[in-house]
C-alpha cells in the first residue's frame, strides 16, 4: 500500500525503491517525462450514471500548471476521446496546448493541437453485440438492475444498480465473455461494468506505444480500475527497459489489486489532483 498526501503542497514518498527513483527521476527531468492518467475514477469521481462524470473541479488548474513543466500529459481512456474532452473540459485551456486524449484504450486519439480526434474504422462486431444485447440479457434474467451504455467503439453493461452489484457482475462475466467472442470481441471488466470491446487494444498498449512516440525517460501512471492494470504492466516493463515510472493508485477499496500494486496510493481523484499539484509547485 501507499500512503496518502498530507497537505497540497507535500510530495508524497512513495513505498517503494522503483517508486522513489521514478519520482526523482520525475524531478529532474521533468521535459523528458509522460505523466498519464485514467479518466474517470482517477480524474473524476465514479458516478452512477456515466454521462454525468466530471473532472474534478481542481483537475484542469492542476493539469495546466503541470503540462507546460514536462514533456506531455495524456489522458488514458476507455471512453470515446470526444466525451473525455468534453466531461473534462479540456479543450481550449491555456497551459493545456499539447495534452492528448487516448480514447477508447488507445483506438482514439484527440490532440489539443489540432482539436480533432483520428480513429480507424468501428469494428463490426460492435454492432452486431449492440444489437443482441437486450434480448441476451433478458434471455437469461439479467435485465433487472442491469443497464447498457453505449460507446461508440464498444458496449458496456453495468451493474452497480443491481439489488447485488457484486454478484451481478460476477454472474455476467461468463455468459458475457461468451457473447463477446462469438463476436470477435473481448470483455473487459471495470468497476462494476463489463464492456465489450474489440481486441488488440488495452491501456497498456496505448501507453506503450505513446511513451516510445515521444522517446520519454520517465513516466507517471494513475488509474484506479482493473482496465488500468496493463498499464501497470506496461510501466513495469518500462521500468526493465531503463525507463523509471511510478505508478499511482486513486484509491478505492473495489480494486485492491491496483493498491498493492501502487508505489503510491492518493485518497481518489482528489488525492490525484493534489498530487498533480504539489508535483507542478515542485518542478522549475
Known sequence: MG????????????????GRDALEAILTRPTHTVVALDFDGTLAPIVPDPDRARAHPDAVPALAALAPK???????????AGVAVRHGGFAGVAGLEHLVVL?????????????TVTAPAPHPGVAAVRAELPGFLDGIGAWQGTWIEEK???VAVHTRRAADPQAAFEALREP???????????????RMVLELRPPGMDKGVALMEYVREIGAEAVL???????????????DKLRSDGIPGLLVCSGSSEVAELADRAD????????VVRLLAALAAHLT
Open 70 to 80: 514536462v514533456a506531455s500529459v495524456a489522458v488514458v481512456t476507455g471512453r470515446p
Open 264 to 271: 503510491l496510493v492518493v485518497d481518489g481523484p482528489a488525492g
Open 3 to 18: 500512503s496518502h498526501l498530507e497537505s497540497k503542497d507535500s510530495l508524497p514518498a512513495p513505498v517503494t525503491p522503483a
Open 152 to 154: 461508440g467503439r464498444a
Open 103 to 115: 480514447g477508447h484504450y488507445g483506438a482514439e486519439r484527440w490532440d489539443a493541437v489540432s482539436g
Open 176 to 190: 458475457l465473455g461468451e457473447l463477446a467472442a462469438r463476436h470477435g470481441l473481448i470483455v473487459e471488466p471495470g
Open 221 to 235: 501512471y494513475a488509474g484506479d480500475d482493473l482496465g488500468d492494470l496493463p498499464a501497470f504492466a506496461a510501466v
